[in-house]
């Protein structure tokens, strides 16, 4: 049997991805910020977060998601922890943790228990609920381990009475482990939430001023997952009974496992305004050390420092895979928006911004279940000795059975050969008895006749009787000597017998030997299982010898800041252009006022009515803006201006402040509720000028990503407007053209997946698709990508497959699922492809393979 071959151990590079989540405003900040605005404005799309510095300034960061105070538990969920979560599956190791000020929502993100409504459960419970589904309990496990880290104590919130556990450190690998903790084996997910209520139940909290009930301790879950990778079982013998072989495909199985850590962190807080005396006062102090220490930790790895302060607290010993180890890492930092607090978010928007600086090296875990394999080993040793005694009981009756067959037949053949022998002796006696009689018979004749006349032919007569004698006792002869053969041939089929007999015993021997030497071999796959493990040993040794190598020799190449000074420079050129016009406007808005600049638009002098509405535009490019515009019946005003003015030029204006205003739902229905989609259609097809087109077709675009108003769209000539502004061939005018129907075709693959849709896409209908397929290889990119997700939503409705064939669509998703540079376009065209009967019949029947 060969020794089990060494795994290797891959790294990859993963930087820490960090998210900002903004808290709506609470009760207490609406009634004493009312007269002040958010210090925080989020660009979701850009993944930008802006930090208002006073009324003018503001300071700009980018992460890699930025979560609005509108977003679901389930959207934080997938973009925040979903990836960690499925890298623990495959064998990583993954942490996620929130950091914030105190009352900022990090317990609601990670362990609300979602009791009363299943949409508000935690990262915890999601994860579990994801892990649950991926195992097999049958040869996969879950253990979870709930713990909080209270003034520097390690305690159990499984067990209160396990009240100071230590951190033990692997010398070899570093791997940082809690021996003492209590280990809770998961099966379902509500043996899960009762484990999580229990721990909660037992957790730290006080009322301070920034929060009711605020945690004083960091909780820490610990999630283990082992899985057993299937397809690598061991192989069994051939038919021929091959036991070389049986012996070269033998292979151990593999064993992933991955660690989950949650880390709810403690609030951070200024004692000043915590309002903390007492002992809460301590807890607080305890808290912003440990923070402090975690927050050195992450500047010595951001800056790429020699030394790494891991020992300050126990709160970083515990996260030190999490950060610069082999764990992939999730964090978000949760903010506030009232301008109150502004310090501590600035402060949590740079601890998120140093975090992403941080670069870990994952690694899977894998090992060789040789567990398994010797319990194999060991059915299939007592299978073959069981076989082996079957077999050689079955020989061994067939054995006797000849023996005893063969014993007859001898002792059969022995009687008829002697019945036979005596039967020939008596007759030959007889006919010697017979032949002596008449020679002496004759004898007496001739001594009779001797004397007379005719002694001369008694003579010659007496001669042929003696002739005649002779020839009997060789015939007699020749019968004896036949006889004798026959004799002869028993003994030599006697003897054949026995040697058969004897073959007989010669097979039980080898039998006999057999059985040894399979016993021999049990023995012999016992000392290779032995030095099996004591490879698996030095291959343990070995990589972590290499990965201390690694550790030393290797190294890390930290990435440059996000900006680099000339982009910074330009960004900063930019910014304070865009602040001179704004603070312009702002300036205008607050000595006019809202009313008297709305009044302007039904002024007399065109001119004024220009400038009017291009402050109207400027202010509805605020979102904080447009509700007040709206409530003062601004967009009435724009609505009236496309519809009584002949100037382009207030049509473009106007056109782009309804696209402004039309990117907030509310907005939508009362755009349409007045008539808007027919004014501005009658807006599109007079106009010539690319500009005035492209936003007439923007405005058009942001109300066809409304669920609830695409047949009224579709009935007042939405889409045959957007189709007809392709006259205009401006590659601006066709990407916003491409983008509206790629937001229809999305609310109609949505509806049809809810099940609410049953006729063809109402895109087909009006007779988008051949613009769509002429469109889908645009060699300007926003209009190719957009046309594209048209495609692929259109093609999710069974019902648009023939259409979509005729059309020509069919190759050109063929085309997308292939060549396309996005990765989600390209998966959702594959999965379509091979989900609709009708596109894999058309493939087939034009001899096109596609799987």
């Known amino acids: 049997m060969q020794g089990s071959k060494r795994q290797t151990v891959t790294f990859l590079p993963g930087r820490v991805r960090v998210a900002v989540r903004l808290r709506p405003r609470n009760a207490e900040e609406l009634a004493s910020d009312a007269d002040f605005a958010d210090c925080v404005e989020l660009q979701p799309e850009l993944k930008r977060l802006k930090l208002r510095r006073n009324n003018w300034d503001s300071d700009t960061y980018e992460f890699d998601e930025v979560l609005t105070e509108f977003s679901s538990q389930k ?6 922890a979903k990836p960690v979560v499925e890298s623990v599956l495959d064998g990583y190791n993954g942490t996620v943790m929130a950091y914030g ?49 209270y003034m520097e104590t390690i305690q159990d919130l499984l067990d209160p009475s396990n009240d100071n556990i230590s951190i033990l450190e692997d010398p070899k690998t570093g791997d940082i482990s809690l021996p003492g903790a209590t280990h809770v084996e998961i099966r379902d997910q509500e043996s899960f939430l009762e484990l999580l209520r229990l721990g909660e139940a037992h957790r730290f909290a006080a009322n301070t001023k920034l929060n009711t009930e605020s945690s004083r301790s960091h909780a820490i879950l610990m999630v283990q997952v082992k899985r057993s990778i299937k397809g690598r079982d061991s192989a069994v013998s051939n038919e021929n009974g091959d036991k070389s072989h049986m012996h070269r495909t033998l292979k151990p199985g593999i064993v992933r496992k991955g660690k989950l850590v949650v880390v709810d962190l403690a609030g951070s807080e200024r004692i000043d305004k915590s309002g903390s005396e007492g002992h809460t006062l301590e807890e607080a102090k305890s808290i912003n050390l440990s923070l402090s220490a975690l927050g050195k930790c992450i500047n010595a790895l951001a800056e790429n420092s020699s030394h790494v302060p891991v020992r300050d607290s126990k709160l970083t010993r515990l996260l030190r895979d999490s950060f610069g180890g082999t764990a992939r890492t999730s964090l978000v930092v949760t903010i506030g928006p009232s301008p109150r607090h502004r310090a501590e978010t600035s402060s949590t928007i740079s601890f998120g911004q140093r975090a992403m600086k941080v670069e870990n090296m994952l690694k899977i875990k894998e090992e060789f279940d040789y567990k398994s394999l010797s319990r194999r080993l060991d059915i299939q040793l007592e299978t073959l000795i069981a076989e082996h005694e079957r077999r050689q009981k079955a020989f061994q009756d067939e054995v006797d059975r000849l023996s005893l067959e063969a014993q007859k037949r001898i002792d ?10 005596e039967k020939e002796r008596l007759k030959y006696q007889n006919d010697y008895v017979e032949s002596i009689q008449k020679l002496k018979d004759q004898w007496v004749l001739h001594q009779e006749n001797s004397g007379d006349g005719r002694g001369k032919a008694s003579v010659i007569s007496a001669s042929e009787q003696v002739t005649e004698v002779k020839l009997l006792l060789e015939k007699e002869v020749s019968i004896r000597k036949r006889a004798e053969e026959e004799l002869s041939n028993l003994k030599y089929q006697l003897m054949q017998r026995e040697r058969s007999e004897a073959a007989g015993s010669s097979e039980i021997l080898k039998l006999r030997k057999t059985l040894e030497s399979e016993t021999q071999q049990k023995e012999k796959l016992e000392e290779e299982i032995a030095i099996l493990q004591n490879q698996l040993l030095q291959l343990s040794f070995e990589a972590d010898k290499t990965r201390r190598q690694l550790d030393q020799n290797g190294d890390v190449e930290v990435p440059n800041g996000i900006d680099s000074p000339v982009s910074q420079a330009r960004n900063q050129q930019l910014q304070e252009s865009g602040h001179g016009e704004k603070a312009s406007v702002a300036k205008l808005f607050e000595q006019v006022g809202l009313q008297k600049i709305l009044s302007l638009l039904e002024a007399e002098d065109p001119d004024v009515r220009i400038h009017a509405v291009k402050v109207v535009a400027n202010l509805a490019a605020e979102e904080t803006n447009q509700e007040k515009i709206v409530e003062a019946g601004g967009l009435a005003s724009l609505l009236m201006l496309l519809s009584n003015s002949d100037d382009e030029t207030i049509h473009r204006v106007s056109a782009g402040a309804i696209a402004n205003l039309a990117m907030n739902e509310t907005n939508q229905e009362l755009i349409m509720a007045q008539g808007g989609i027919g004014l501005l259609s009658i807006a ?93 290889n645009n060699d300007a990119s926003p209009i190719r990508r957009h046309i594209e997700l048209a495609l692929c939503h259109l093609a999710q409705h069974e019902v648009n497959a023939k259409d979509m064939v005729i059309g020509g669509a069919l190759w050109e998703l063929v085309r997308i699922s292939r060549e396309c540079t996005r990765e989600d376009i390209r998966i959702l065209a594959h999965r379509t492809l091979t989900s609709s009967p009708i596109f894999q019949g058309e493939l087939k029947r034009l001899r096109i393979g596609y799987n």
């Not at 009935?715 to 205009?728: N, P, Q, T, Y």
């Open 412 to 421: 059969e053949a022995e009687r008829n050969f002697a019945d036979a022998l």
């Open 684 to 776: 599109a097809a007079n106009a010539e000028d690319p500009q005035t087109l492209r936003m007439i077709a923007g405005a058009i675009a942001n109300l066809c990503g409304n669920d609830k108003l695409q047949m009224k769209l579709r009935d007042e000539g939405g889409i045959r407007a957007l189709l007809g502004m392709v006259r205009c061939r401006h590659p601006d005018v066709l990407a916003q053209v491409a983008r509206g129907i790629a937001n229809f075709a999305k609310c109609e693959s949505r509806a049809s997946t809810q099940g609410s849709k049953h006729g063809r896409s109402l895109l087909i209908e009006d007779g988008a698709l051949a613009w769509i397929v002429q469109n889908a």
């Open 75 to 80: 959207r934080v969920y997938e973009v925040v």
């Open 101 to 149: 000020q105190t009352g900022t929502g990090k317990t609601y993100t990670l362990g609300r228990l979602g009791d009363e409504d299943t949409a508000a459960r935690g990262i915890m419970v999601r994860a579990l609920e994801d892990i649950l589904s991926e195992i097999s309990p049958e040869t996969d496990s879950v253990c979870v381990s709930y713990l909080q880290l």
